[in-house]
């Protein structure tokens, strides 16, 4: 069984930053990509950030200049910075990673998903 739990959500202004975290937990082997998508409803869903276990990151488009994503592998962690937010950033935002667990089956998995509103 593995879980991811994410934290760090919540209501913002435009303009501020907020500091999205989500770790994994359970029978783990390994980690390999992880990453960050968002929906609002009504919407698809969209793919915000990525990082290999290499560490290598890919973006959105949209928020390219202003995302970050990163990872503590120590911690089986991956992060999301958000600065210069805007309202339409808001969505529930979902970490995904790309699970090895110590049976070695290979699988990806989804947080719950975590709140994030930018408004004045």
């Known amino acids: 069984q593995v879980q991811l739990v994410e934290s760090g959500g919540g209501l913002v202004q435009p303009g501020g930053s907020l500091r999205l975290s989500c770790a994994a937990s359970g029978s783990i082997f390994s980690i390999n990509a992880m990453g960050w998508d968002r929906q609002v409803p009504g919407k698809q869903r969209e793919l915000v950030a990525g990082i290999t276990d290499g560490g290598s990151t890919n973006y959105a488009d949209s928020v390219k200049g202003r995302f970050t994503i990163s990872r503590d592998n120590a911690k089986n962690t991956v992060y999301l910075q958000m600065n210069s937010l805007k309202p339409e950033d808001t969505a529930v935002y979902y970490c995904?990673?790309?699970?090895?667990?110590?049976?070695?089956?290979?699988?990806?998995?989804w947080g719950q998903g975590t709140q994030v509103t930018v408004s004045s």
């Open positions: 995904n990673a790309d699970i090895t667990n110590t049976a070695r089956a290979r699988f990806p998995a």
